[in-house]
């Protein structure tokens, strides 16, 4: 395939075309070159090891806090539940 590939590049180069088709094999190459950039940012100005570092807080919020069961709950009868969401009939007709 490497074969191929520069065969390819060296006939587009002989007709005067640079890089005509190989916009993925750049693509690739400059993706694995990123790879091998320095970090430019800082992640932190103090060190890890330190004991005395200033830390943020640690705090606690349950998961399931507003929870609250619903269980035993007594039934309502169920034909005052029905006539509760049932449409009412209209008086004109």
Sequence with gaps: MLTLSRAKFAASAARGRHFPGHWPLLAVIALALSGCMPATTQVAAADPADPAARVAPVGYRSAIAPYTSLRPATPAPWRARNDAVTPQ?????
């Design 89 to 93: 009939p209209k008086q004109d007709r």
